[in-house]
């Protein structure tokens, strides 16, 4: 298990409050960090809604027939212990224990994990990351949500290039449960271990990709990708349900097993 207990997610836009809410799902401490009252007014009608999606969602999987069901949702439950009650209980919790807060310091005081989830504006973000960099304690791991920049162009912004990475995650998060994890040249086996296990923890299936090697990460793989990336997958996912749902339901995963290269950690 990751050493992650308490999470703080920068930015409240589509991602973020699905991010922020998945986490809370999972039990963990959330707070969602906006930049001014006006975002929190446009934040807190998406946490309503995504309550109101995961409870349907719930009702909805009451019918699946197995964990390729298109009504399954993967991110919510195993198929295998599903108990409704449970999971509404755990939405209820998630909405009610969700933070929002606008003061960065207090947001972050005691934060294992924060995941920038802002626009995708290099200079917001590096900018963000500037700010961000004096006020996170020392064991604190940054991760980068973004979908179209390099992990790399923040690293000197974060103050902490060895427990800063990448991990990017698909749309309607509990039922398209992918991560993307991405590592750039500084950080450590460490931190991305912690992701890696963190991602399972809040029901992600992690794949580790590369965007540094050529500066995106649709360019065509090595022909021992797929096989390498599987390996890692296997060793970090749970046995059985995680492996059925990359098999057959996530195609947003298999792109990406084909079409990018491994980010591994240097030994």
């Known amino acids: 298990m990751s050493n ?5 997610v920068a930015g409240g836009g589509v991602l ?3 991010i922020a809410f ?5 039990g963990f401490d959330v707070t969602i960090w906006l930049r001014s009252e006006g975002s929190i007014g446009r934040c807190q009608p998406k946490i309503d809604k995504l309550k109101t ?18 009504a399954w949702c993967q991110g919510i439950a195993e198929f295998g212990s599903f108990d409704p009650a449970v999971c509404i209980e755990k939405v209820n919790k998630a909405y009610e224990g969700l933070k929002l807060e606008l003061d960065m310091a207090k947001a972050v ?9 802002m626009a995708e504006v290099a200079d917001e973000k590096a900018a963000f990351f ?43 998060i509990w039922k398209m449960n992918v991560a993307e994890v991405m590592v750039q040249d500084k950080t450590s086996n460490e931190s991305f271990n912690q992701i890696m296990e963190f991602a399972q923890e809040i029901r992600m299936i992690p794949l580790p990709v590369n965007k540094e090697k050529a500066g995106s990460s649709s360019t065509p793989c090595s022909s021992r990708f797929s096989s390498r990336v599987w390996t890692l997958c296997q060793r970090h996912l ?6 059925q749902g990359l098999d057959h339901r996530h195609r947003c995963a298999d792109r990406s097993r084909s079409s990018t290269s491994l980010a591994l950690p240097r030994p």
């Open 4 to 8: 992650i207990k308490k999470v703080v």
């Open 16 to 18: 973020g409050s699905q």
């Open 22 to 26: 998945q986490t809370a799902y999972s």
């Open 53 to 70: 999606s995961y409870l349907s969602a719930i009702e909805g999987m009451k019918a699946a027939k197995s964990a390729a069901d298109p």
């Open 109 to 117: 005081a005691d934060a294992d994990l924060v995941i920038e989830s």
């Open 130 to 172: 500037d700010r961000l960099s004096p006020l996170m304690p020392e064991k604190t791991i940054v991760v980068t949500n973004s979908s179209s920049l390099l992990p790399s162009q923040f690293t000197s912004h974060t103050g902490r290039p060895d427990r800063y990475l990448a991990m990017h995650f698909a749309n309607s």
């Open 238 to 243: 749970r046995p059985r349900e995680h492996r």
